[in-house]
């Protein structure tokens, strides 16, 4: 059976039958069936893994998927924060990702990281701010799919604004990161000798009496006044940054787009302050991201909307086939084979995020349309019809047209 024949049978005959626990039964007919202990719910959510297509390999490469539903919140009221790190996708060296909610006034107090951060704008709206190697303010306002990066050591911050406050998906450049262990401005203050506060600050040591004695990391204040306003307020003397921390996605068109969906890729070619790469990436029903790789950096993922699925295939004869939906954390290492098919019946959109500042793909289509054709056919037994037929330039995301 295909697996688009057998993708069809499984979701045709759970609606027929109610049940995923009879649908184990029905599908194992010439497999050995799974009649004991089950979570449906998982199984309807992963059925590559229950029953994975005949292509995956025996020996399974290492689990390359982390669902947000498993990360343990840190609540506030303020807003609250959970994180994706390698301890929890062992895979996952060199990217570690922070879902974060704030509500209206909400505050990821003044701090600053050993890691680049990269984020993007998930829902709502928030004021961010920070200061460049200058010393010069920047201060801007970000909604949703806008972007912002503050580089290794730059203090800043991110506050909710009205009506709803945010949600936002940070990504940082060290799998081992951990947001618990980032330089606060309340833990930095209640660390330093009082005497040594009043001689840096230029105050009485009296001044400092009620500084919080713990970190804060997420607290409730006001929702901050107009935008021009904490600019100039900002800025004092110095004046303002020149350099842009933040980026609009949508304002820019898709940088590649077919019948089957589009891509926007940002990169330092036109986020010139950001060292890490992103593709967004949305895919129609019945579309897929072309099966491809990528030579300069592993690819950590978040699944925004949509269902799909996702063969990576290894090095030493291995491959596997796993299912994602939203909120889910997908990781392929640097040059490995994968496709991500749209699987659902409404828009997959999805990111690509890499630790590098350019952003590289080399697709599969592409590497044999521009090898001799007698090779390509001798290796792979096709004739010169079908040879023709691949995509000249890549596909990127299919069907063409």
């Given amino acids: ?47 590559d893994s229950i029953w994975p297509p005949s292509t995956d390999s025996k020996s399974l490469v290492q689990n390359f ?45 003044l701090h600053w990281h050993t890691a680049g951060e990269w984020a993007i ?39 909710g604004l009205n009506p709803d406050g945010c949600e936002f998906m940070l990504v940082f450049d060290d799998g081992e990161f951990s947001e618990s262990e980032t330089v606060l401005l309340s833990d ?28 804060l990391f997420i607290l409730q204040a006001d929702v901050p006044g ?3 306003a904490d600019q100039k307020a900002a800025a ?27 891509v926007r890729i940002v990169d330092s070619s036109n986020f010139k302050v950001s060292t890490t790469a992103m593709a967004m990436v949305t895919v129609h029903p019945g579309g897929m991201r072309e099966l491809h790789w990528h030579p300069n950096a592993d690819e950590w993922q978040y ?13 030493g004869n291995k491959a596997r086939t796993m299912d994602f939906q939203e909120g889910d954390v997908g990781y392929v290492q640097k040059s490995l084979l994968h496709y991500v098919e749209n699987t659902g019946d409404t828009d997959l959109v999805f990111l690509e995020i890499f630790k590098a500042d350019r952003f590289q793909d080399l697709s599969f289509s592409e590497w044999l349309a521009h090898t001799p054709p007698e090779l390509v056919m001798a ?13 000249k330039n890549g596909a990127v995301i299919t069907p063409l047209s």
């Fill in 1 to 47: 059976m295909s697996a688009f024949t057998r993708r069809n049978f499984i979701g045709k005959t759970a609606v027929a039958i109610g049940s995923f626990a009879a649908l184990q039964k029905v599908i194992g007919a010439g497999h050995p069936t799974d009649p004991g202990p089950a979570n449906p719910a998982l199984d309807g959510q992963n059925p």
């Fill in 65 to 109: 998927k982390y669902p947000f539903s498993y990360a343990n919140k840190r609540t506030y009221e303020g807003g609250w924060s959970r994180e994706v790190t390698v301890r929890e996708l062992p895979v996952s060296k060199t990217l570690a990702g922070v879902n974060m909610r704030l509500t209206p006034g909400g505050c990821r107090e």
């Fill in 121 to 159: 704008m998930l829902y709502g709206t928030a004021r961010i701010t920070a200061i460049d190697l200058d010393g010069k303010s920047f201060v801007a306002d970000v909604k949703k799919n806008d972007l912002w990066f503050f580089p290794s050591g730059n203090p800043h911050s991110i506050q």
């Fill in 188 to 215: 930095a203050m209640a660390h330093l000798p009082s005497e040594v506060l009043a001689k840096n600050f230029g105050v009485r040591e009296q001044a400092f009496q009620n500084v919080p004695k713990e970190e």
């Fill in 226 to 228: 107009g935008l021009e």
């Fill in 236 to 262: 004092g003397a110095r004046g303002k940054s020149p350099k842009d921390f933040a980026f609009r996605t949508m304002e820019m068109p898709p940088t590649m787009q077919t019948k089957g969906g589009e």
């Fill in 303 to 315: 699944f925004i909307t949509g269902k799909g699925r996702m063969t990576v295939v290894a090095t």
């Fill in 379 to 391: 290796h792979l037994h096709i004739d010169k019809a079908t040879y023709d037929t691949i995509p």
